[in-house]
T-cell receptor, first 111, second 112 residues
Framework: GENVEQHPSTLSVQEGDSAVIKCTYS??????FPWYKQELGKGPQLIID?????GEKKDQRIAVTLNKTAKHFSLHITETQPEDSAVYFC??????????FGSGTRLLVRP | DADVTQTPRNRITKTGKRIMLECSQTKGHDRMYWYRQDPGLGLRLIYY???????NKGEISDGYSVSRQAQAKFSLSLESAIPNQTALYFCATSGGGGEKLFFGSGTQLSVL
């Protein structure tokens, strides 16, 4: 089955700097790659996703890139703000409506 | 009101006890999921259901069972709880042709 690895486990950046979180997946049949943000005491919420027919997608300060050949995908957050502090999860799916998640990255944005 | 409601929010129980976590949704979604969150291990899929008569095991189903009582209700049971089942449990739903998951607020379970 699918296995998703996520790095780093923790990331601390200065406000205004960029943050990058990376994931790799094992199943070449996976074709949907979402990113979820989990704030303290809440359930995860989808912030951006990408499908395998697209190499990059942007939404304001966040972007996701996908390298199908290498089975890598990454989340990029620019101009980080304190409210970006949270746990971020990547995930992968082969369109079976079953998401397999990475281990999570705790992002701290220092004011 | 929340679209995906989990009860209870917190539960402390003892080893060997039977416990049920409940999930209800008002989103009209067909698909419902139970995930477990542990520090450093992310979210792991326990069971999922695509409609009332469909139940499937996920990555870590041993020690758990589920019941889909109605389209809107999906409960998770631990028949005989053990300490390594201490975790944060999330219910989630998705519907239509989309793969976006909508999560509840979670149930923190502690097994002593």
């Amino acid at each position: 089955g699918e296995n998703v690895e996520q790095h780093p486990s923790t990331l601390s950046v200065q406000e205004g700097d960029s943050a990058v979180i990376k994931c790799t997946y094992s199943d070449s049949a996976s074709n949907y790659f979402p990113w979820y943000k989990q704030e303290l005491g809440k359930g995860p919420q989808l912030i951006i996703d990408i499908r395998s027919n697209v190499g990059e997608k942007k939404d304001q300060r966040i972007a996701v890139t996908l390298n199908k050949t290498a089975k890598h995908f990454s989340l990029h957050i620019t101009e980080t703000q304190p409210e970006d502090s949270a746990v971020y999860f990547c995930a992968a799916s082969d369109s079976s409506y079953k998401l397999i998640f990475g281990s999570g990255t705790r992002l701290l944005v220092r004011p | 009101d929340a679209d995906v409601t989990q009860t209870p929010r917190n539960r402390i129980t003892k080893t060997g006890k039977r416990i049920m976590l409940e999930c209800s949704q008002t989103k009209g979604h067909d698909r419902m999921y139970w995930y477990r969150q542990d520090p450093g291990l992310g979210l792991r899929l326990i069971y999922y259901s695509f409609d009332v008569k469909d139940i499937n095991k996920g990555e870590i189903s041993d020690g758990y069972s589920v019941s889909r009582q109605a389209q809107a209700k999906f409960s998770l049971s631990l028949e005989s709880a053990i300490p390594n089942q201490t975790a944060l449990y999330f219910c989630a739903t998705s519907g239509g042709g989309g793969e976006k998951l909508f999560f509840g607020s979670g149930t923190q379970l502690s097994v002593l």
